[in-house]
């Protein structure tokens, strides 16, 4: 008999986890029941939501050489705490690894810029809040191509999509009957893709806010989650009807139709699906789950590859994923993972493929995500999509100018909002003659032109102002000529001038009247 093997070049990976000297210990991981990875990681740092007095906060790690310090975390370790309730939660931009956004249950988004060499003391006051959420945020996502774009879900089952750049929201997506449990960007982030407590699958499109698609996806009541993959397809984890764990992989106008559904186990915690572009690898991790399985999507049937499972001794509460940039390719590490213990320990997971050549294996590391952008707030809003820009591993990814750059917020002025229309009304003595002027509304100018187009409507203004006061006085001048022409010349000897001599003889009667006996 032949039995044969599918190739795949991600058979052998396997999951190594670091000493614990490069590890972090004392870590006080929040108790929030929220469904959330609570952890959050790029190049240069770690987030976690850790518990906090007096409101939410989170730890920022400083992950780059000079500053990277492993070990146990002290207590009064600085955090950064401006919100009013629990954090909920939190992810980095994908274009300046400086810069975080947080959501909480204070119904607010806050955006925070953190020093390359982390924090010295605790940060309260944020680069931009933003607030239009009337209940508890808790997901946030940043578009995967365009600057200052970043989405964020309500539990006023909203979803606000901002530009950060003005602290404003552009769009608001109304759609959804029930919270909602996930939400996704496309590849290129021309759609959303989202789960909800209604047990229903949507793809949405972000700039108008109407559903293309929508299917039923797992039957249980349980949290469902679902990820959009690089070649369109949809993977979804969630529970069946008698609360055993799924995970299912569908296609876009067929999403009804699952290609696969498969059942894992019965355990409850809700799985995250944590996915890898670049080689087309899902880890699912289960909240309070020992194990991380990994799975290979391929053209092929069954579609779905199981590879290996990492097994840990202790259960987990949240895990982060590190970007293909931080990762090492020098020992060809395809993922790093962090993963939060409930014993206090955020545990460094390594995921390797063996391989004897010290060269860099370009199989391995097909250029990746950087941290450039491909498009603006505004480009995007206009109706551009591009996918990601890429860049290569080759001798290690190289942090981007752009990726220096402090966070700049530009608020919009209160002059660019168009002007309510007014009208002057002049009228003659002798006939009744209207002249009506109305300033035309003009939509809001880019940023670019901003100044220039406010100074060309207020040097507009002025001049119609002084137009109207011109007609006004000539009219005043002619009225007054015309009272001279009608004077008497018994009128210069008047007691007061420019009053008529009926007044006068009507003023004198009344002052010789005697009174009445």
């Not at 552009?170 to 939400?183: A, F």
């Not at 962090?338 to 590391?365: A, H, W």
Request: proline letters at 7%; hydrophobic letters at 35%.
């Amino acid at each position: 008999m032949s039995f044969r093997v599918r190739a795949s070049k991600f058979r052998h990976v396997y999951g190594t986890s670091l000493k614990r000297d490069q590890c972090y210990d004392n870590v006080r991981v929040s108790k929030s029941s929220w469904d959330s990875t609570f952890c959050a990681v790029n190049p240069k740092f770690l987030a976690i939501i850790v518990e906090s007095a007096g409101g939410g906060a989170f730890i920022v790690l400083p992950l780059a050489k000079p500053w990277a310090k492993f070990g146990r975390i002290a207590p009064d370790h600085p955090l950064v705490g401006g919100h009013k309730g629990p954090v909920l939660d939190i992810a980095w931009c994908p274009h300046n690894d400086n810069i975080i956004a947080s959501a909480s249950e204070d119904c607010l988004v806050k955006i925070w810029q953190i020093p390359d060499f982390g924090l010295t003391r605790t940060l309260t006051e944020p680069v931009v809040e933003l607030a239009y959420h009337q209940r508890r945020v808790g997901l946030l996502a940043w578009h995967p191509s365009a600057l200052n774009v970043l989405l964020s879900a309500g539990g006023e089952n909203n979803v606000v999509i901002w530009n950060v750049g003005t602290g404003e929201p552009s769009i608001v997506i109304d759609c959804h009957p029930d919270t909602l449990y996930s939400v996704c960007w496309s590849w290129n982030g021309s759609h959303l893709l989202t789960s909800c407590k209604d047990k229903k699958l949507r793809i949405v499109n972000p700039r108008t806010g109407e559903v293309e698609e929508e299917a039923d996806g797992h039957e249980g009541n349980k949290t469902s989650k679902a990820i959009f993959l690089k070649n369109g397809l949809v993977f979804t984890t969630g529970f069946s009807k008698i609360s055993e764990r799924q995970y299912s992989l569908r296609a876009p106008k067929h999403l009804g139709e699952p290609i696969i559904m498969v059942e894992l186990d019965s355990s409850n915690g809700v799985m995250f699906p944590l996915y890898d572009p670049d080689t087309n690898l899902v880890y699912l991790c289960g909240k309070g789950d020992s194990v991380i399985r990994y799975f290979e999507i391929t053209p092929e049937a069954p579609f779905v590859h199981y590879i290996n499972t990492f097994q840990t001794s202790d259960p987990q509460r949240g895990i982060g994923i590190m970007p293909k940039r931080g990762c090492d390719v020098s020992s060809c590490e395809i993922a790093r993972f962090y993963r939060l213990n409930n014993s206090g320990l955020c545990q460094v997971i390594s995921m390797t493929v063996p391989r004897k050549s010290e060269l860099f294996q370009e199989d391995l590391y097909p250029d990746t995500p950087g941290d450039v952008p491909a498009l603006t707030f505004d480009e995007w809003h206009a109706g551009e999509d591009k996918p990601p820009t890429l860049i290569s591993l080759k001798g290690g990814a190289v942090p981007s100018s752009t990726n220096k750059q402090d966070l700049k917020v530009v608020k919009r002025n209160i002059l660019d909002k168009p002007k309510a229309s007014q009208n002057v009304e002049a009228t003659s003595h002798n006939g009744s003659t209207t002249e009506s002027t109305q300033p035309a509304v003009q939509p809001n100018p880019p940023p670019s032109s901003i100044s220039e187009k406010v100074l060309e409507g207020l040097q507009e203004e002025i001049r119609r102002l002084k137009a109207m006061l011109v007609r006004h006085e000539k009219r005043i001048r002619a009225l007054e000529s015309e009272m001279e022409t009608l004077k008497t010349p018994n009128d210069v000897a008047a007691p007061e001038e420019g009053i008529s001599e009926d007044v006068t003889e009507s003023r004198d009667k009344e002052e010789n009247k005697e009174p009445v006996a």
